[in-house]
């Protein structure tokens, strides 16, 4: 079973919807982080989350918010999605290592028409 | 803010040799990576280096860090088409944030 999971793996909406997606981890990791990929762009921060307790913001903030229910879940809500939040989305998660390698989940295709 | 640069494309024979570049402006980088994401896939990290490392050896992959230019670059050594992906360089710096800033990826395509 996959370490990093991720539901729904693709969703089509409209605009003006809210979606949530979900990410649960088996890795025990305290760490845990949401990014979106765009063509040509990379990956971009949206939130992230140390332990249960702390929430930061990453650099794209702006029209998303998180629920860090436990320890092994970390979810990302669009509450009014808009056309521009069409993206690829991902999970990852990283322990306290001092390498701070991060494990990524398999994505979600999300396209807001 | 940090910033991470890579060229969007690299096309290779395979057999040959792959070198792919990358950027950075964080002078307080601690560690940097290349992480690799096949089609459909989310990322893997391929390798690592610690920045007071010149050089990283593992298998086909050669991580080399020049600091004082802020590059950074991988090497595959006799690319096969199953390297065909895109490859991420990333970054993080001992700040406290400790998350990744990534570079927007570089396609490689191997011709067979």
């Known amino acids: 079973d996959a370490d990093v999971t991720q539901t729904p793996r693709n969703r089509i909406t409209k605009t003006g919807k809210r979606i949530m997606l979900e990410c649960s981890q088996t890795?025990?990791?305290?760490?845990m982080y949401w990014y979106r990929q765009d063509p040509g762009l990379g990956l971009q921060l949206i939130y992230y989350?140390?332990?249960?307790?702390?929430?930061n913001k990453g650099e794209i903030s702006d029209g998303y918010s998180v629920s860090r229910q436990a320890q092994a879940k970390f979810s990302l809500s669009l509450e009014s999605a808009i056309p521009n939040q069409t993206a690829l989305y991902f999970c990852?998660?990283?322990?306290?290592?001092?390498?701070?390698?991060?494990?990524f989940g398999p994505g979600t295709r999300l396209t807001v028409l | 803010g940090e910033d991470v640069e890579q060229s969007l494309f690299l096309s290779v024979r395979e057999g040959d040799s792959s070198v792919i570049n990358c950027t950075y402006t964080?002078?307080?980088?601690?560690?940097l990576y290349w992480y690799k994401q096949e089609p459909g896939a989310g990322l893997q990290l391929l390798t690592y280096?610690?920045?007071?490392?010149d050089m990283k050896q593992d298998q086909r992959l050669t991580v080399l860090l020049n600091k004082k230019d802020k590059h950074l670059s991988l090497r595959i050594a006799d690319t096969q088409t199953g390297d065909s992906a895109i490859y991420f360089c990333?970054?993080?710096?001992?700040?406290?944030?400790?998350?990744?800033?990534f570079g927007s990826g570089t396609r490689l395509q191997v011709q067979p």
């Open positions: 990852a998660t990283s322990d306290r290592s001092a390498t701070d390698e991060q494990f």
């Open positions: 280096i610690f920045s007071n490392m």
């Open positions: 989350s140390f332990d249960v307790k702390d929430i």
């Open positions: 890795k025990g990791h305290d760490r």
């Open positions: 964080d002078s307080s980088s601690t560690y």
């Open positions: 990333a970054e993080t710096s001992d700040t406290g944030r400790r998350a990744l800033t």
